[in-house]
T-cell receptor
C-alpha cells in the first residue's frame, strides 16, 4: 500500500467542524482512499472511503483533491464521542484479501 | 447490527505457555483477519484467511502463530509458546467480499498479557 502522511494530533471544540488532512503524494490510479478510526480501548472502525469524487455518509464527508495527492476527512459537527485516532489508508483495487496497513494516524482531541 | 465478537477480553499467561484467542466473525463474511497492537504503537496486520487457508501473512506471523476455522463460526489465533513481546491487543476482523470497496469490521479485541 502507498504511504500516507497525517498530522500526529489535532484539537477541536465540540459542535464545531473538524478537517483532518491526509497526504498521499505517491497514490496510484487504482488506490482507493479509506478512513478508519479507533476510539479509546476499541478496535478500529470504518468511517468512509472514496476513489476520485467527494463522498458523504452519515458519519463524515471525504473531500479528495483533484490530483488525488491529498484528501480531507470532514466531521461536520464534532462530538466528544468523535475523540479517536483517525487513520487514512490506501487500498489498491487489486489488493485482494490483503490486510490493512495502518500508520500512526491523527489523534483527534475534542474539547467540551 | 451484526458484529465481530472476541473472547476472552483479557488473557493473562505465563511465558512459554500456549494461548488460543477466539473470534466469531460476522456470519456471512468470507475473509478473516488478525491484527495486533502493542501498547502505544500502531495496529499491525498479522494474517488473512479465506477458504480455509492463509491468504497473506506478515513477517510478524512466524511459526509460533497459527490460525484455524475449526467450525462454521469460530476463527482462532494460536500462539504456541508465548514470549513477553507477544503482550498486545489482538483484533480479529472480517469482510464479506474481496471487493476493494468492501470494509473490514473489527472486533473489540483481546488484551494478551504475558508474564
Amino acid at each position: 500500500d502507498a504511504k500516507t502522511t497525517q498530522p500526529n494530533s489535532m484539537e477541536s471544540n465540540e459542535e464545531e467542524p473538524v478537517h483532518l488532512p491526509c497526504n498521499h503524494s505517491t497514490i496510484s490510479g487504482t488506490d482507493y482512499i479509506h478512513w478508519y478510526r479507533q476510539l479509546p480501548s476499541q478496535g478500529p472502525e470504518y468511517v468512509i472511503h472514496g476513489l476520485t469524487s467527494n463522498v458523504n455518509n452519515r458519519m463524515a464527508s471525504l473531500a479528495i483533491a483533484e490530483d488525488r495527492k491529498s484528501s480531507t476527512l470532514i466531521l461536520h459537527r464534532a462530538t466528544l464521542r468523535d475523540a479517536a485516532v483517525y487513520y487514512c489508508i490506501l487500498r489498491d483495487v487489486g489488493g485482494g484479501a490483503d490486510g490493512l496497513t495502518f500508520g500512526k494516524g491523527t489523534h483527534l482531541i475534542i474539547q467540551p | 447490527e451484526p458484529e465481530v465478537t472476541q473472547t476472552p477480553s483479557h488473557q493473562v499467561t505465563q511465558m512459554g505457555q500456549e494461548v488460543i484467542l477466539r473470534c466469531v466473525p460476522i456470519s456471512n463474511h468470507l475473509y478473516f483477519y488478525w491484527y495486533r497492537q502493542i501498547l502505544g504503537q500502531k495496529v499491525e496486520f498479522l494474517v488473512s484467511f479465506y477458504n480455509n487457508e492463509i491468504s497473506e501473512k506478515s513477517e510478524i506471523f512466524d511459526d509460533q502463530f497459527s490460525v484455524e476455522r475449526p467450525d462454521g463460526s469460530n476463527f482462532t489465533l494460536k500462539i504456541r509458546s508465548t514470549k513477553l513481546e507477544d503482550s498486545a491487543m489482538y483484533f480479529c476482523a472480517s469482510r464479506r467480499t474481496i471487493r476493494p470497496t468492501d470494509t473490514q469490521y473489527f472486533g473489540p479485541g483481546t488484551r494478551l498479557t504475558v508474564l
